[in-house]
């Protein structure tokens, strides 16, 4: 049979790129709300058989977009354009039904499996997300036996020159040492474009500064971060600072600013993280409840020694070497 198809009618685009508000006394005033349903935007055949795509599927298969693409329909405008996409696509999997790729073996095998696939996880809701609750009283218990983990690392910062010529870093250093204030000179260095890309360098609104950072901040930085630590806080480096990083050499110097030791987080600052951990661990006791639960009803029996041993290496080379 020769397979045909007419759009006869598009009754209602010019309701969608029309739709308005009624003033009243200077006010605009909402229409009544409408039954999308029955809002006809596409009629067409196929076949000899009716179709029809109404304001509300419409709606709904925008609904089902990804949020960042549902934010590209607002307007009347582009909701006509995704009726034309919408429209396009029912027409392909009709085409597609008529070549009989509905039916193909391997398609239905991976509908079945994405169907088992959402049957299992509507269960684990019902099963595992819906029977497990917690308390404030039961995060804060949790919070207080678990101190150790909600200690926030000490941070120091820090005002630091990187240089990558050496003559240069000593005549900058000799400077400070006349009396050359460390943070004056790095906006003039900055300015002038002097400062190696390395701590502090790429801070725009206040060059050299290298905020807060904990000793695990950056491994290829580590000879510089260790020693910040051991400083004390007002304390400069006396001579160059030398380092490698990636094969380059930099030439470092800088002043210890602050120090924040170890801090213990409280429960208020970290109660998400409790709250995450907690619904983790009753979730995983509540599935090794649940999987219980249903092997016993199952009457489950496992025979593991049934699995054959795979072949030896030596094995297997003198099997191929027989073939």
């Known amino acids: 049979m020769k397979k045909t198809i007419t759009i006869f009618v598009i009754v209602a685009m010019t309701c969608l790129l029309t739709w308005r508000f009624v003033q009243s006394d200077g006010h605009e005033q909402p229409e009544p709300a409408m039954d999308e349903s029955q809002v006809i935007l596409v009629e067409y055949k196929w ?21 960042y693409r549902q934010q590209n329909y607002k307007s009347r405008a582009d909701k006509a354009e995704y009726l034309e996409e919408l429209i396009e696509e029912k027409l392909k999997i009709l085409r597609a039904a008529d070549e009989g790729f509905d039916t193909l073996p391997e398609h239905l095998n991976k509908l079945e499996d994405y169907t088992h696939q959402l049957m299992v996880e509507k269960l684990t809701e019902a099963e595992v997300d819906n029977k497990i609750a917690h308390t404030d009283e039961e995060l804060m218990a949790y919070y207080q036996a678990n101190l150790s983990e909600y200690v926030e690392d000490a941070k120091v910062r820090a005002t630091c020159l990187t240089l990558d010529d050496e003559d240069f870093a000593n005549e900058t250093l000799d400077a400070i040492k006349a009396g050359k204030d460390i943070k004056e000179m790095a906006k003039e260095l900055h300015a002038a474009g002097k400062l190696a890309n390395g ?76 709250r995450r951990t907690v619904e983790r661990d009753k979730k995983r006791a509540r599935i090794n409840e649940w999987v219980t639960e249903i092997t016993e009803k199952g009457k489950l029996k496992t025979y593991p020694e049934n699995i054959p041993e795979p072949p030896k290496p030596e094995e297997a080379e003198t099997d191929e070497s027989d073939q």
Not at 47 to 67: R, T, Y
Request: hydrophobic fraction near 35%.
């Open 199 to 274: 701590p502090g360098s790429n801070n725009e609104d206040d060059p050299g500064n290298t905020y807060f950072f904990s000793k695990s901040a950056s491994p290829l930085w580590a000879d510089f971060i260790d020693a910040v630590f051991e400083q004390e806080v007002g304390e400069m480096t006396d001579v160059l600072f030398e380092t490698d990083v990636n094969e380059e050499t930099f030439y470092l110097i800088f002043r210890k600013e602050e120090h924040h030791p170890d801090r213990q987080q409280e429960f208020d600052e970290v109660k998400s993280d409790v």
């Open 47 to 67: 076949n000899g058989e009716s179709h029809q795509i109404s304001l509300a599927d419409l709606n709904a298969a925008i609904s089902e977009l990804p949020v």
